[in-house]
């Protein structure tokens, strides 16, 4: 039998023994404390400022949970300006020299895609936290890439992903098959019926809904011919289907026959159990830890299908449960470069991300809207390498100057006592998780290390000495980790 977990001052279960599994998704007890907020606002967001860290932790579970549920429509949100840009682009005269047309609208819709990504951004730093989290989330699991001739294209596809950011999976399935994005990106603006083109087929079932060695080649077959007929009018980003160009005739898929289109397609996969599995230890990959044991895929599973693949109760579940508080799930996922970026400038207090951030987070391997493959970004151990974590460094060395100094809600405000400031930093910034040899580095830095001139920390050197302390924190191996 499974031995009893007990609860640190953190809010972090510690278990003595080896967890029971079958009890992992009961409800997490108690008030949350420091380090778990901190942890639910990283794997439930981007992140806390110091003050939303100390408000979460005087809340139970439960309620924090609820509060970062309760997000907000999605029919007020306003587009980046430069996507009315590249649209006008395309409104010039064909009479104008064509070299010109091609080269303005190649300017403007490039300008589209990166104010694209810095809006995006800002809405991570600023906006629902959850909301924005499961647009990144579903950006990675139903990959495309951009399309910067028609940049409207790939922002539709981006509120599509917010429009269901805890709504229904299986609807979601149905309307990203159909969306101008990924049939651009999987070639199905060009399958019909004499030629059915068996990409978006494919990768529907291996990588978005069940996983490889669950299906045949010849259910890869039929469901190409289902999926017959859809076209894309890229000036206006509307999808249409075209009857004529849509097989109807009797298919076999998944063990089931009958004259399917492609929402029936779809139906007969969520239908599988497999398809609740791979959901599910999608979802505990994302916000719990990686490889999660089959007996708690089971039992997200069972959720999912409980629910008809409605999210919010699910991730409600996932948020609130014992095993998202234990000691294995507690820093145990690599920091996405976009988890960093943005964390960093939560963690600062900072309210607005400039473009620096842009290439930036290209040099640490990602950039938004362009995945390198149609499986998305590799993750986990694959974003640290020794080119990767020289570009975080240089990200922090350009972030932690002085303006940030003055802009930070909190940086500026550090005891001018080196060892009170150095636990200070690590505890608003590490939530305490730094080991003894890194402490003694920040107190040591703070007091004067390796600087003749005024030795200790003062007014004097403020400045360049609480910067420097806080890149040292944000160096550490235990920052790297959500």
């Known amino acids: 039998m499974a031995a009893q977990a007990q609860m640190d001052v953190g809010g972090i279960l510690r278990p003595q023994g080896r967890p029971d599994l079958t009890t992992a998704l009961q409800p997490h007890h108690g008030t949350l404390g420091t380090r778990a907020a901190a942890h639910l606002l990283r794997r439930a967001g981007f992140g806390g400022t110091p003050d939303e860290i100390a408000r979460y932790a005087s809340m139970r579970a439960p309620d924090a949970v609820a509060a970062l549920l309760d997000l907000p429509s999605t ?44 809006w995006w951004l ?50 979601l399935t149905r309307d990203v098959s159909k969306d ?17 083109n068996e990409n978006y087929a494919r990768e529907l079932m291996e990588l978005f809904t069940l996983g490889v060695d669950h299906y045949t080649e010849n259910d890869v077959r039929e ?25 109807s005739g009797i298919k076999t898929f998944l063990g089931r026959t009958g004259n399917f289109n492609g929402d029936d397609v779809v139906d007969i996969i969520f239908a599988q159990p497999q398809c609740a599995r791979f959901f599910a230890a999608s979802l505990l990959n994302w916000f719990v830890y990686n490889d999660p044991e089959p007996p708690l895929v089971d039992s997200v599973a069972a959720l999912l299908r409980r629910h008809e693949y409605e999210l919010a109760p699910v991730v409600a579940a996932i948020l609130g449960s014992g095993v998202f508080y234990s000691e294995r799930a507690y820093r145990a996922l690599v920091k996405s470069p976009v988890e960093f970026v943005v964390g960093t400038y939560k963690t600062l207090g900072l309210k607005q991300i400039d473009e620096a951030a842009l290439p930036a ?69 590490l939530q305490g ?18 600087s003749a001139a005024l030795p200790s920390l003062s007014a004097e050197n403020y400045g360049q000495r609480v910067s420097g302390a806080a890149y040292l924190a944000m160096a550490t191996p235990a920052y790297q980790l959500n």
């Open 75 to 118: 029919g007020s949100i306003a587009p980046p300006s430069e996507l009315d840009d590249a649209s006008r682009s395309y409104a010039m005269s064909d009479s104008m020299d064509r070299t010109m047309i091609r080269r303005e609208r190649r300017q403007a819709g490039q300008a589209a895609i990166t104010a694209l990504q810095l």
């Open 361 to 429: 987070l290209q040099q640490m391997g990602q950039r938004l809207f362009f995945p390198p493959t149609v499986a998305g970004w590799p993750g986990g151990q694959n974003w640290l390498t020794s080119g990767t974590m020289i570009a975080r460094q240089n990200f922090l060395t350009r972030l932690l100057g002085s303006q940030t100094l003055a802009d930070s809600s909190w940086l500026h405000g550090l005891p001018l006592q080196s060892t009170s400031a150095a636990r200070e930093l690590a505890d608003t910034i």
């Open 433 to 450: 998780d730094v080991a003894p040899a890194s402490l003694f580095e920040l107190q040591s830095y703070l007091g004067g290390a390796g």
């Open 223 to 247: 469901s190409a011919r289902a999926w017959t007929g859809w076209r894309v009018v890229n000036r206006t980003d509307t999808v249409s289907f075209d009857a004529s160009l849509h097989d």
């Open 122 to 171: 800002n809405r991570m730093l600023s906006a629902a936290p959850l909301q924005e989290k499961m647009t990144l989330y579903f950006h990675g699991h139903f990959t495309s890439r951009a399309t910067p001739r028609f940049p409207w294209i790939t922002y539709n596809q981006n509120a599509l992903f917010r429009k269901y950011a805890l709504g229904n999976l299986r609807e």
């Open 180 to 196: 101008a994005a990924m049939l651009i990106y999987l070639n199905g603006n060009q399958n019909v019926a004499a030629h059915p």
